[in-house]
Each structure stands twice: as C-alpha cells, then as structure tokens.
C-alpha cells in the first residue's frame, strides 16, 4: 500500500518532444505529491509538486497532472531540451504541519532528450 | 534558501574502517533529517529518520549498530558506517525538513559517493 509504481522505466525524445511520465499509489493518505530531477552524481532537486485538490499544475515548461478517483498521476516536461536529460523520481507524502513525514519514491525514469 | 550541504562529497576507505559523513542545513533549522542510500540506476531507500535531539528510527533491515546516526543539533546530522565493507559502497543522500510549513518538504544534500575497497 505504501508503493509508488513508475513507468517507463526510461524514455527517449528528440529535442522539442513532449515526454510523459507516469506515476500510480494506492494509498489514500498520500496528499502531497512531489516530481523531483536528478542528475548523475547529484542530489534530487524538486522540480513540481501538486496537492490532490486540483488537476493540473503548470511551472514553466513542467506540468503535473493528477487524477484522484484513479489514483495516478503525471509529469509532462513541454518544448524538451537536451539539459533535461536526467532521472526523475515521482513521489508521495501524506501532508503534514510537521516535517516528519517521509516520501515514498517512484522507482525512477530516466529519461534522454537528443539534439 | 533551503540549502543542505554533504561533507565529504566524495570518499574512499579501507573495509573495516569508520566513515562518518555530515549534512548540515545552511539557512535554516532541520527538526526532521533523513537519510538515503541510492544504488547506480535505483531508487532512493530511506534507511532512517531522526529528530534533533532523539534516537533516529531506522528502517526494516537497516542495521542501526552500522549505520549510526546523529542528529545533535537543528542545522547538523551525521552517519557514520561503522566497519564499512565493500558491500556498503554506495551514494548516501540526506534531506532536511522543517516544521512550520503546511506541506512537508524536504531539501536534498548533494550526496556523498562512499566506495569501500
């Protein structure tokens, strides 16, 4: 129940390409979902989060959207760069006023973008 | 803001040996740190969490006497792998969380690459 399920596993586009990342929990207590970007020998960076309140969250070229009744949700990266290439990770929380809730990692996409 | 540095970045020791690696938040105060170790091509596996001031809470099949943490202060927390061999090779990420806001974030450290020979 505590499970985050990720695909694809890794994706390749061209420059300028729309790539889509999908993500699926089961636990009805997640309401906090983050996206975060990895590049090799780096920490994750949080790129885009969304509370299950709204369907669609847009931050640049990055858009979440979410879909609560089927439990999924997805990040679509617009107009992709080269730069873009890296691993994301979606992720789950149960939102808290506290800091200690801890996330539940996706398995991980990675994804290269080709000139 | 919300800074979080790793020291060492990077480091190479001798099975048997103690490693201790550092996160610190630089601009704020981390009532929550946790700990990750990432396998090449893998996910993130959360090994435990602690609180400034309390034991940390480990993960099932992390063992608590090797991977010792420290949470003392609210900027500070350490890991050290005790008698590390070379199974422990790993890349170890913490993040720092603070209370106060209305959805729980954590803030990510670069990492710290640990190769065992």
């Known amino acids: 129940q505590q499970q985050v399920k990720q695909s694809p596993q890794s994706l390749i586009v061209q420059k300028g390409g729309i790539p889509i990342i999908n993500c699926a929990y089961e636990n009805t207590a997640f309401d906090y979902f983050p996206w975060y970007q990895q590049f090799p020998g780096k920490g994750p960076a949080l790129l885009i989060a969304?509370?299950?309140?709204?369907s669609e969250k847009k931050e640049g070229r990055f858009t979440i959207s979410f879909n609560k009744s089927a439990k999924q949700f997805s990040l679509h990266i617009m107009d992709s760069q080269p730069g873009d290439s890296a691993t994301y990770f979606c992720a789950a929380t149960p939102s808290k006023e506290t800091s200690g809730s801890r996330l539940t990692f996706g398995e991980g996409t990675q994804l290269t973008v080709n000139p | 803001g919300a800074v979080v540095s790793q020291h060492p970045s990077w480091v190479i020791c001798k099975s048997g040996t103690s490693v201790k690696i550092e996160c610190r938040s630089l601009?704020?105060?981390?009532?929550?740190m946790f700990w990750y170790r990432q396998f090449p091509k893998q996910s993130l596996m959360l090994m435990a969490t602690s609180n400034e001031g309390s034991k940390a809470t480990y993960e099932q099949g992390v063992e608590k006497d090797k991977f010792l943490i420290n949470h003392a202060s609210l900027t500070l927390s350490t890991l050290t792998v005790t008698s590390a061999h070379p199974e422990d090779s790993s890349f170890y990420i913490c993040s720092a969380g603070t209370s106060g806001r209305i959805y729980n974030e954590q803030f990510f450290g670069p990492g710290t690459r640990l190769t065992v020979l």
């Open positions: 601009d704020f105060q981390a009532t929550t």
């Open positions: 969304i509370r299950p309140d709204v």
